[in-house]
């Protein structure tokens, strides 16, 4: 994205009121009118018709920006924001297989780990849900106290996961992010 652009959507983007997200949607249409086939635009209306609670119009613009072809972090945070709107539109097979796929492009980001396990929680995969947060625990988290637990946090995380059907973690060849 050019550097105009990029200031007028930070300059909208901190101009924001999560509860009234319509000022925000009325300030970026027009840059999607101007820039039809920007990602980083595409994304960003998606993202501020998912803060208005408006889940299935957000899909389409997640689904055009992916298809645009996302670059830095963009494609972080749309897997994230796109695989939780379908979780919350309870697609839930779907939203899976978008943290899997998001998942093995960003195995360190410990915010799609969070929804990820969100999602499973939705799917009743409980136990997979707390094991995969114990994973992000001991993967992540430092503190003294912490530390020397490690091995048995992960123990117990494995062993949680093993808990629910061998089917929980999606594949994410099954995703098919343009729709």
């Given at each position: 994205?050019?550097?105009a652009?990029?200031?007028?959507?930070?300059?909208?983007?901190?101009a924001?009121?999560?509860?009234?997200?319509a000022p925000?949607i009325?300030?970026l249409?027009?840059?999607?009118?101007?820039?039809p086939h920007?990602?980083g635009?595409?994304y960003?209306?998606?993202?501020?018709?998912?803060?208005?609670?408006e889940?299935?119009?957000?899909?389409?613009?997640y689904?055009?920006a992916t298809?645009?072809?996302l670059?830095?972090?963009?494609?972080r945070?749309c897997?994230?924001q796109y695989g939780?709107?379908?979780?919350n539109?309870d697609?839930l097979?779907k939203?899976?297989?978008?943290?899997a796929t998001a998942?093995?492009?960003f195995?360190?980001?410990?915010?799609?780990?969070v929804f990820e396990?969100?999602?499973?929680?939705a799917?009743?995969?409980?136990n997979?849900s707390?094991g995969c947060?114990?994973?992000l625990?001991a993967?992540?988290?430092?503190?003294?106290?912490l530390?020397?637990?490690?091995?048995?946090?992960?123990g117990?995380?494995?062993?949680l996961?093993s808990l629910?059907?061998?089917s929980t973690k999606?594949?994410p060849?099954?995703?098919?992010?343009d729709?």
């Amino acid at each position: 994205m050019n550097v105009a652009l990029n200031d007028e959507l930070d300059r909208i983007f901190e101009a924001r009121d999560r509860n009234n997200m319509a000022p925000t949607i009325a300030a970026l249409l027009p840059l999607r009118e101007e820039h039809p086939h920007n990602p980083g635009v595409l994304y960003e209306v998606g993202g501020a018709y998912d803060t208005a609670g408006e889940e299935a119009i957000a899909l389409e613009f997640y689904e055009q920006a992916t298809s645009e072809g996302l670059v830095g972090d963009l494609p972080r945070r749309c897997y994230l924001q796109y695989g939780s709107t379908l979780r919350n539109l309870d697609r839930l097979d779907k939203s899976m297989a978008v943290f899997a796929t998001a998942r093995l492009e960003f195995p360190d980001s410990v915010a799609l780990g969070v929804f990820e396990s969100l999602t499973f929680h939705a799917a009743g995969n409980t136990n997979t849900s707390l094991g995969c947060l114990l994973e992000l625990l001991a993967d992540h988290v430092h503190a003294e106290d912490l530390d020397r637990y490690k091995p048995a946090i992960r123990g117990n995380a494995e062993y949680l996961i093993s808990l629910d059907t061998p089917s929980t973690k999606a594949d994410p060849s099954d995703v098919d992010l343009d729709g």
